[in-house]
């Protein structure tokens, strides 16, 4: 059974950095395109960034284009966000999603397009 957890998530203050990490169990991780969205209270969920099993291929909502760093170690079968800059907006649960494909160098944005989530993990940044 395939399970995906994330962690990392807690308070910190605007202009500060995080890291969330993902782990996912049950399969090979290097047969997953991975993704990570955000919902905000009252909001739909957003697309935040997501990376093909190829980790070169990566791509950005344009609210943390410059901001978030997507990243994998398929060695340690972990996904990564790193968050920079963080602002007030940026406070939501963070989401960790997995789909398997055979395609290598091909990332998914919208929600529908992956199978497997994890529970979430709250960022909540201060002004």
């Known amino acids: 059974q395939v399970q995906v957890v994330e962690s990392g998530g807690r308070l910190v203050q605007a202009g500060a950095s995080l890291r969330l990490s993902c782990t996912l169990s049950?399969?090979?991780?290097?047969?997953?395109?991975m993704g990570w969205f955000r919902q905000a209270p009252g909001k739909e969920r957003e697309f935040v960034g997501a990376?093909?099993?190829?980790?070169?291929?990566?791509s950005y909502a344009d609210s943390v284009k410059g901001r978030f760093v997507i990243s994998r170690d398929n060695v340690k079968n972990m996904l990564y966000l790193q968050m920079y800059r963080l602002k007030p907006e940026d406070t939501a649960v963070y989401y960790c999603?997995?789909?398997?494909?055979?395609?290598?160098?091909?990332?998914?944005?919208?929600?529908?397009?992956?199978?497997?989530w994890g529970q979430g993990t709250q960022v909540t940044v201060s002004s």
């Open positions: 049950g399969r090979t991780f290097d047969t997953a395109t």
């Open positions: 999603a997995a789909r398997f494909d055979i395609l290598l160098r091909v990332v998914f944005t919208t929600s529908n397009d992956y199978t497997y």
């Open positions: 990376i093909a099993r190829d980790p070169e291929i990566t």
